[in-house]
């Protein structure tokens, strides 16, 4: 089945460790969203790419980057958490940047201690 | 700034109800309307989604759109405990902008058996 995946499911890390979160997907989307969610709040979107095209939205910090090496994968790179990063990291994919519908992926929960 | 409101609930609905969520938008040239279920601890799920004014019907769910009055809303008819999670409407807005889902904050939904 064509899908999204979150790898790893858990991830905890230490404060100002980096960690890299990973997405892939085999629905062939053009486009791939990182969201950051936390408890009893609406995803936010840190950035997005379409295609090769990276997009960042305004109000992200520095300390997020991301990468996308090819079509199907997609990493969240955290250069130094800290406590209030701690959240569900949510990858998504749209056929297109038009009306097209978003898929989320299992999300990442993460921890920093 | 654009915004979705839903009322946060929870609302509360004995089996075999009619669930009704609902949603406000503020940006009057918003294209697309989703709705996503995401249950405790788990990454959203699309239900349903919605283009044009009026109604739209998939299995238990109706997703009805006035663009007029910058309303949608999710029916559930037949409400099963299984429908117990929050519901997240998001909005495809228009403009620069056209790319990105705007998230409500969800309606948390419980179905009383």
């Known amino acids: ?113 | 700034q654009k915004e979705v409101e839903q009322n946060s609930g929870p609302l509360s609905v004995p089996e075999g109800a009619i669930a009704s969520l609902n949603c406000t938008y503020s940006d009057r040239g918003s294209q697309s309307f989703f709705w996503y279920r995401q249950y405790s601890g788990k990454s959203p799920e699309l239900i349903m989604f919605i283009y044009s004014n009026g109604d739209k019907e998939d299995g238990r769910f109706t997703a009805q759109l006035n663009k007029a009055s910058q309303y949608v809303s999710l029916l559930i008819r037949d409400s099963q405990p299984s429908d117990s999670a929050t519901y997240l409407c998001a909005v495809r807005g228009s403009g620069a902008g056209s790319y990105q889902l705007t998230f409500g904050k969800g309606t948390k939904l419980s179905v009383i058996p």
């Open chain 1, 1 to 113: 089945d064509a899908m999204v995946i979150q790898n790893p499911r858990y991830q905890v890390t230490q404060f100002g460790k980096p960690v890299t979160l990973s997405c892939s997907q085999t629905l062939n989307h053009n486009v791939m969203y990182w969201y950051q969610q936390k408890s009893s709040q609406a995803p936010k979107l840190l950035f997005h790419y379409y295609d090769k095209d990276f997009n960042n939205e305004a109000d992200t910090p520095d300390n997020f980057q991301s990468r996308r090496p090819n079509t199907s994968f997609c990493f969240l790179d955290i250069r130094s958490p800290g406590l209030g990063d701690a959240a569900m990291y949510l990858c998504a994919t749209s056929r297109d940047r038009g009306t097209y519908e978003q898929y989320f992926g299992p999300g990442t929960r993460l921890t920093v201690t």
